[in-house]
């Protein structure tokens, strides 16, 4: 049986990935700073920091496959924190890659993004672009194979409020109010969560060795017609109410500016329709909200919930 060791298994996308090699008949093991709340009984969890050499050479020992899906993942994130971004996203990717050789790793497959040769994306896109060009060296030098994606933007269930979709859905059906800070004319092309994991354990063949893939689904989509989409689907009882500050870290239209090291577009012909998407985080959303509130009951005391 294949090893794999998913580097941030614990996350959004690194946890359905795990789960995508688990039914492909890997063995998995998942590293990362927490425990996984969705780790099956047949994952292997190690708990531990990507900057600790010894844990990432320990978990590495005898991997076939290594998916590097850690790191600091959010642009905002990256935006007020540049130090910490370019210690994990750069010299933990470039010590996981340097565990990858010694470890006689097959492929590293390492997510990055559609912003990585954009003129915006502030220090995200310079760490991930600087990780792009480590793992291109490292192959050259040590000939470590390496598959690099270039995610879109993901949704599905087990975002949290990180993520822009789940968000809008959050306040939507919580508060009846989305507050969007810009204009909503930017465009985002969307993929399922579980879209981006298949894809992303597809890519295993030979044929996508050393390659630069574009996973950004089928939906291509302003903000303002997202936002439209889930007022519908909440019966139009949710109010949007839009600002007018300027964007200068996401991308208006395009993340893509010109560049020699051009990513190939790779969709699936079998996909979740945006739509269904969203009813199934809202149906996320509403059950957490009510397990809460069932918590929240119970915890307090029958005095006090009596009524007069």
Do not use: W
Request: proline residues 3%.
């Amino acid at each position: 049986m294949m090893k794999a060791v998913v580097v941030g298994g614990s996350g959004f996308l690194g946890s359905h990935v795990a789960d995508m090699l688990t039914a492909r008949q890997y063995e998995v093991t998942i590293f990362d700073l927490r425990p996984s709340a969705y780790a099956r009984a047949n994952q292997r969890v190690v708990l531990g920091d990507l900057l600790d050499r010894q844990a990432v050479s320990a978990v590495l020992d005898g991997a076939d496959v290594v998916y590097h899906l850690g790191g600091v993942v959010d642009l905002d994130d990256a935006l007020t924190s540049p130090i910490e971004t370019v210690q994990q996203n750069i010299v933990g990717t470039t010590g996981l890659l340097g565990a990858a050789v010694e470890a006689g790793v097959q492929r590293f497959i390492f997510a990055s993004t559609v912003y990585v040769y954009s003129q915006l994306g502030g220090f995200y896109r310079c760490s991930k672009q600087a990780a792009e060009l480590y793992i291109e060296e490292y192959e050259r030098r040590y000939g470590l194979p390496y598959t690099i994606l270039r995610y879109g933007t993901i949704y599905g269930p087990r975002a949290d409020g990180r993520n822009s979709i789940y968000r809008f859905l959050h306040e939507g059906l919580l508060h009846k109010k989305i507050v969007y800070p810009g204009m909503g004319d930017e465009v985002r092309e969307y993929i399922h969560v579980r879209d981006a994991a298949k894809l992303s354990v597809d890519i295993l063949s030979d044929e996508f060795k050393n390659r630069h893939l574009l996973l950004t689904g089928h939906h291509p989509m302003r903000t303002k017609d997202m936002l439209r989409m889930i007022q519908e689907i909440l019966n139009h009882e949710v109010a949007v109410e839009y600002g007018q500050a300027a964007d200068t870290v996401h991308y208006t239209l395009t993340p893509y500016a010109f560049t020699p090291r051009i990513g190939h577009k790779l969709v699936s012909t079998c996909y979740v329709d945006m739509g269904q998407g969203l009813l199934e985080c809202l149906h996320d959303i509403a059950e957490a909200a009510d397990h809460s509130r069932v918590r929240d009951t119970s915890d307090t005391p029958c005095e006090e919930r009596t009524s007069a």
